[in-house]
């Protein structure tokens, strides 16, 4: 996948604590490898902590921009990785349902894994769209005026913006293949 991003930043959205280690850090060298530059956003500065598997604390991870000072015009996609407690944190966020809104309207790709799709709920950018995620989301997305895909992996370029979805971090290998071939 080398050089196939070659230069494009990438937003990885994230809340202070509970993003999915294994999630993030799979993602992450996937768009640098693709020669992508990854920048890591969250709702407050310094670091944040991951967790892994079975609530176990994972690295910390420093911040590389506040979310609250920065425009998707700075960036060419989102990544939304899943952790339930990072998920929570950021569904609740006004910074997040502005920057979303910004990259939705800018018809920029947007990705997300596992419970990640959660996150794009409350910023009311799915109307619309089929995604697919973490099953026990299924009736929120409904809610929220989407499809569900019953699927490990789903691209759906409706309303002019491309959103990449994936069920689980099982399916992280093919979902990491997609995110990348969209954000080229």
Same mark, same amino acid.
């Given at each position: 996948?080398?050089?196939?991003?070659?230069?494009?930043?990438?937003?990885?959205?994230?809340?202070?604590?509970?993003?999915?280690?294994?999630?993030?850090?799979?993602?992450?060298?996937?768009?640098?490898?693709?020669?992508?530059?990854?920048?890591?956003?969250?709702?407050?500065?310094?670091?944040?902590?991951?967790?892994?598997?079975?609530?176990?604390?994972?690295?910390?991870?420093?911040?590389?921009? =506040?979310?609250?000072?920065?425009?998707?015009?700075?960036? +060419?996609?989102?990544?939304? &990785? %899943?952790? #339930? $407690?990072? @998920?929570?944190?950021?569904?609740?966020?006004?910074?997040?349902?502005?920057?979303?809104?910004?990259?939705?309207?800018?018809?920029?790709?947007?990705?997300?894994?596992?419970?990640?799709?959660?996150? =794009?709920?409350?910023?009311?950018?799915?109307?619309?769209? +089929?995604?697919?995620?973490? &099953? %026990?989301? #299924? $009736?929120? @997305?409904?809610?929220?005026?989407?499809?569900?895909?019953?699927?490990?992996?789903?691209?759906?370029?409706?309303?002019?913006?491309?959103?990449?979805?994936?069920?689980?971090?099982?399916?992280?290998?093919?979902?990491?293949?997609?995110?990348?071939?969209?954000?080229?």
């Amino acid at each position: 996948m080398a050089n196939e991003i070659n230069g494009k930043r990438i937003a990885f959205l994230v809340a202070p604590n509970g993003v999915d280690h294994h999630e993030l850090v799979i993602l992450w060298e996937a768009v640098k490898d693709a020669g992508g530059k990854p920048m890591l956003l969250s709702t407050s500065g310094g670091s944040i902590m991951t967790v892994r598997s079975g609530e176990k604390a994972g690295e910390i991870f420093l911040v590389d921009g =506040l979310v609250g000072t920065l425009k998707a015009t700075n960036f +060419s996609a989102l990544v939304l &990785p %899943g952790g #339930a $407690d990072h @998920v929570q944190t950021l569904r609740g966020s006004s910074e997040t349902n502005r920057i979303i809104t910004e990259f939705v309207s800018a018809g920029k790709p947007v990705a997300a894994i596992s419970q990640g799709p959660a996150i =794009l709920i409350n910023s009311g950018v799915l109307a619309g769209k +089929s995604l697919t995620g973490w &099953p %026990g989301m #299924a $009736d929120d @997305v409904l809610h929220a005026g989407a499809e569900w895909a019953d699927k490990d992996v789903h691209f759906c370029p409706n309303n002019s913006w491309m959103l990449i979805t994936g069920r689980s971090t099982q399916t992280l290998p093919k979902f990491t293949e997609a995110m990348v071939r969209a954000f080229i």
